[in-house]
């Protein structure tokens, strides 16, 4: 096991010294950022491979991802850096004085990375730590032993250890490392694990930035194209072998077009991925055993119209529609992260909405429509991290959007801007002349002086 705390200490000298906070060194850690996935791009496929992610399309596009959200952050960075200038109450600009906010690097950040997205999950984050001054402790899941070996080699030949270091490991080195006071904590995982970062965060008064998941809904009313849409959402339910954090859990769908919507469900799953998903290269495995074992015992076979198989062995489990599920099904309970797509009925729009509103708040919703009343009023009335109108996830595809979830589907933002404002503090600072000076603070008060204070509430 490393020792996290002589690592920690060291970066924290190394932040202190202000070499981070210049242009120039956060530039140069973007510039070796981007050098390393492109130098290495065919080994970070091959080892997606050999853990799970076996879509060759899949592979190229999360290193692709990670590379245009660095090249993004670097485009923009000069502007972002800029001090912002705000107005202050009248009295003081017309002596001269400046409102200004500078964004500030918190220092030690220590960001953990998750398994279904081990490049742009454990990249985005750090590209904007790095973006934003700061020195990072990256945490790459042990749930993906090809890319995690892949990670620990590489960063030490391109990073400086006082200024990127990366660790593996198990339960014991995750409570090793929560031990530190950090002075960021950003992680990507679930639930259950988030709510214990956040109690080890509390004990440093460490801020969090948590991306965690949920049951993520998508609505169908009536006036949607059902075709189009029953392949966007197969897609997103089936991508990544499911398991990704905004992919669609359950598909809500207005009694009138439900059998059209679930034959059309059925036809997307055969265009997409044939008769024989099992060998289809653009379909991906199961992450592990226990976690194709976990997603068996979520269907009931009684309402499977589609796949249902599964092995062990080889991870697989197949493309899968459960129709009609109930919010009593245990398939219901929880995030499916799988490629399971549940498929529920409603008649009533505003039963169904409150139904949603009754469970916890998603990371992502997305919306089926023709009608802009429709859509207006579930964008107004539903909680929920981000989402889409008329497709789904590719929110995520755009650094202009913050990407991040609300309530239990997680705290904070990033992506592009939001990210660097989230990994840095606005540091308020108020200028005013030498030989300014405002009298009505300083005792004795009288009736005039009081009577002045109004004027801080002149803008």
């Known amino acids: 096991?490393?020792?996290?705390?002589?690592?920690?200490?060291?970066?924290?000298?190394?932040?202190?010294?202000?070499?981070?906070?210049?242009?120039?060194?956060?530039?140069?850690?973007?510039?070796?950022?981007?050098?390393?996935?492109?130098?290495?791009?065919?080994?970070?496929?091959?080892?997606?491979?050999?853990?799970?992610?076996?879509?060759?399309?899949?592979?190229?596009?999360?290193?692709?991802?990670?590379?245009?959200?660095?090249?993004?952050?670097r485009s923009q960075l000069s502007e972002w850096m800029k001090p912002v200038e705000v107005s202050i109450p009248k009295f003081l600009s017309a002596v001269g004085g400046k409102g200004m906010i500078y964004r500030d690097p918190y220092g030690v950040a220590l960001i953990i990375g998750p398994f279904n997205g081990p490049i742009i999950l454990l990249v985005d984050p750090a590209a904007s730590a790095l973006a934003a001054g700061n020195n990072i402790m990256l945490k790459v899941s042990s749930g993906i032993p090809a890319v995690a070996r892949l990670w620990l080699d590489l960063v030490p030949k391109y990073f400086e250890e006082e200024a990127v270091s990366i660790?593996?490991?198990?339960?014991?080195?995750?409570?090793?490392?929560?031990?530190?006071?950090?002075?960021?904590?950003?992680?990507?995982?679930?639930?259950?694990?988030?709510?214990?970062?956040?109690?080890?965060?509390?004990?440093?008064?460490?801020?969090?930035?948590?991306?965690?998941?949920?049951?993520?809904?998508?609505?169908?009313?009536?006036?949607?194209?059902?075709?189009?849409?029953?392949?966007?959402?197969?897609?997103?339910?089936?991508?990544?072998?499911?398991?990704?954090?905004?992919?669609?859990?359950?598909?809500?769908?207005?009694?009138?077009?439900?059998?059209?919507?679930?034959?059309?469900?059925?036809?997307?799953?055969?265009?997409?991925?044939?008769?024989?998903?099992k060998n289809n290269p653009d379909y991906s495995k199961i992450i592990n055993v226990k976690a194709v074992k976990r997603l068996a015992s979520l269907?009931?076979?009684?309402?499977?119209?589609?796949?249902?198989?599964?092995?062990?062995?080889?991870?697989?489990?197949?493309?899968?529609?459960?129709?009609?599920?109930?919010?009593?099904?245990?398939?219901?309970?929880?995030?499916?992260?799988?490629?399971?797509?549940?498929?529920?009925?409603?008649?009533?729009?505003?039963?169904?909405v409150n139904k949603i509103k009754g469970a916890p708040k998603p990371l992502a919703a997305y919306i089926f429509s023709k009608d802009e009343n429709t859509i207006e009023y579930l964008k107004h009335t539903l909680s929920f991290g981000g989402g889409a109108v008329n497709h789904v996830n590719i929110q995520l595809f755009i650094q202009t959007l913050p990407f991040g979830g609300v309530g239990s589907s997680g705290?904070?933002?990033?992506?592009?801007?939001?990210?660097?404002?989230?990994?840095?503090?606005?540091?308020?600072?108020?200028g005013t002349p030498t030989d300014f000076s405002i009298e009505h603070l300083y005792p004795p008060y009288t009736e005039q002086k009081i009577k002045e204070a109004d004027i801080w509430g002149e803008y």
Not at 244 to 266: I, L, R
Not at 307 to 328: H, I, K, Q
Not at 341 to 350: C, G
């Open 1 to 73: 096991m490393k020792n996290f705390q002589a690592i920690f200490e060291k970066q924290k000298a190394y932040f202190n010294s202000d070499i981070t906070k210049s242009y120039e060194w956060r530039v140069e850690q973007l510039d070796r950022m981007e050098a390393m996935l492109t130098e290495n791009f065919d080994a970070f496929c091959k080892a997606l491979g050999e853990d799970f992610k076996t879509g060759n399309a899949e592979q190229q596009s999360e290193i692709n991802g990670s590379i245009a959200s660095i090249r993004y952050s």
């Open 167 to 277: 660790s593996d490991g198990d339960r014991e080195e995750v409570t090793e490392l929560l031990k530190i006071p950090y002075n960021f904590i950003f992680f990507t995982g679930s639930v259950a694990v988030g709510k214990v970062i956040m109690r080890a965060a509390a004990e440093n008064l460490t801020p969090v930035l948590l991306e965690l998941g949920g049951q993520n809904p998508a609505i169908i009313d009536h006036t949607a194209n059902i075709a189009e849409s029953a392949r966007k959402i197969v897609w997103g339910a089936m991508a990544w072998g499911g398991q990704w954090c905004t992919s669609p859990g359950y598909a809500y769908v207005h009694e009138s077009v439900v059998n059209e919507f679930n034959e059309e469900a059925k036809k997307a799953i055969i265009e997409m991925y044939g008769d024989d998903p």
């Open 299 to 352: 269907i009931d076979p009684q309402k499977v119209i589609a796949g249902g198989d599964y092995d062990e062995d080889t991870r697989y489990f197949a493309p899968t529609l459960v129709y009609p599920a109930s919010w009593s099904d245990k398939i219901m309970e929880d995030e499916i992260f799988g490629p399971i797509l549940a498929i529920m009925p409603y008649s009533d729009l505003k039963a169904a």
């Open 411 to 430: 705290i904070g933002s990033y992506y592009g801007k939001f990210g660097f404002d989230s990994l840095s503090h606005p540091k308020s600072v108020l």
